[in-house]
């Protein structure tokens, strides 16, 4: 079983999109996949399923429970209506209990008591036979997000074309990327603007912004003491909303990308 994680350093940059797009695709192709939405703080995937013709059936129990001890790796896993699709929820709702200490034992890194959960739902994982576990977690540079990275054989870091990711890549990667060992990395870089897809004529000046900002990021990705090789370019098309894409919308470009990037994933 293969452990991937999507990672970024900021949200917005479309990490839930390519993550749950890329879980239902490899599913598609005849994996067994386990999709788990381990962004405590803003969980999304129960909606995002909600709006699409995917029909989940419902575990009683959430992954944020499980992380705490409330109970076993088996209760909170949701089969769907594709026999090779499983997904895990998190409950923001827990959270928000204010008699609740979840919120506090999560927010505690403790003694590893959290990173050990994660290696105990991978190693039940394992047992299922499950070909790829995939977390989106959370953005940025927090405790759980750190132990989403140290657990995983692949990282999947989520760029965008702007000038706020430079700085934010180079903090990323020294506090982050460069201190793992054993996992792999790779980016991508994601809402990329196509000149030749656009109704307008772009201002020069944008265009030219767009060139620096890539050139900055791929250099500060390759320079790095981490080299971060980029896996895939998606551009960006209008009017992509949360969706799932290869299920419902399997000849839209954004699906033909994550045809492209599978292909990739899986070589």
Not at 87 to 100: D, G, P, R
Not at 122 to 137: A, K, P
Not at 207 to 214: G, P, Q, R
């Amino acid at each position: 079983m293969e452990t991937i994680t999507f990672h970024s350093y900021r949200g917005g940059v479309g990490k839930t999109l390519l993550s749950v797009n890329t879980a239902v695709k490899l599913a598609l192709s005849g994996k067994k996949v386990c999709l788990v939405d381990f962004d405590l703080r803003a969980p999304s995937h129960q909606s995002l399923f909600a709006s699409s013709t995917f029909s989940v059936s419902h575990a009683t129990k959430s992954f944020t429970g499980f992380l705490v001890g409330d109970h076993g790796p088996e209760s909170v896993i949701n089969s769907t209506n594709m026999d090779n699709f499983h997904c895990v929820f998190s409950n923001i709702e827990i959270l928000q209990q204010k008699e609740s200490k979840i919120r506090t034992k999560l927010t505690q890194h403790g003694e590893g008591r959290i990173l050990a959960k994660l290696f105990e739902f991978i190693r039940y994982c394992n047992s299922q036979e499950f070909d790829f576990l995939i977390f989106d977690c959370m953005p940025g540079i927090t405790y759980r997000s750190l132990d989403a990275l140290v657990v995983s054989d692949k990282i999947m870091v989520v760029t965008r074309p702007v000038k706020s990711e430079i700085s934010g890549l180079r903090l990323v990667i020294s506090e982050c990327y460069s201190k793992l060992e054993g996992a792999k990395l790779f980016s991508i870089m994601n809402q990329v603007e196509q000149i030749e897809d656009l109704v307008h004529t772009p201002n020069p000046l944008d265009v030219n912004l767009v060139k620096v900002n890539i050139l900055g990021i791929t250099k500060c990705l390759e320079e790095s003491s981490t080299s971060i090789p980029l896996l895939h370019t998606f551009p960006r098309i209008p009017f992509v909303t949360e969706r799932i894409y290869v299920l419902d919308e399997k000849e839209h470009p954004f699906s033909t990308e994550i045809d492209i990037f599978c292909t990739k994933l899986l070589q």
